[in-house]
């Protein structure tokens, strides 16, 4: 069974950069493709971004395009989620993810295993 662990959120102000990162430990269903969803109070369930097993195919939401840059490790089995100019609608719980491969990279019934997500609040 595997566990994806998240941390690096926080709270931090407009403008701000942080990083997010996940270590999976066990074994995953699938590792092809690695990601983030985020979820914000209230609302629905949003794709971030995702990564393919070699790191060379990204995928990006519309709203984090230009802002969030994804990365993955695979000797450490880590992705990393670097978010720059941080505005206070990117607020939310974000969700590692791990998954097969699939024509729909922000669909999140690609992928078989969640972390428990890690809060980042933006906050002036």
């Known amino acids: 069974q595997a566990q994806l662990t998240e941390s690096g959120g926080g709270l931090v102000q407009p403008g701000d950069s942080l990083t997010l990162s996940c270590v999976i430990t066990g074994s995953p269903k699938n590792r092809y493709r690695m990601g983030w969803f985020r979820q914000a109070p209230g609302k629905e369930r949003e794709f971030v971004a995702s990564i393919n097993w070699n790191g060379h195919t990204t995928h990006y939401g519309d709203s984090v395009k230009g802002r969030f840059t994804l990365t993955r490790n695979n000797a450490e089995k880590s992705v990393h989620l670097q978010m720059s100019s941080l505005k206070i609608e990117d607020t939310a719980v974000y969700y590692c993810?791990?998954?097969?491969?699939?024509?729909?990279?922000?669909?999140?019934?690609?992928?078989?295993?969640w972390g428990r997500g890690t809060q980042v609040i933006v906050s002036s």
């Open positions: 993810v791990s998954g097969a491969y699939s024509d729909q990279p922000d669909d999140p019934a690609a992928y078989g295993d």
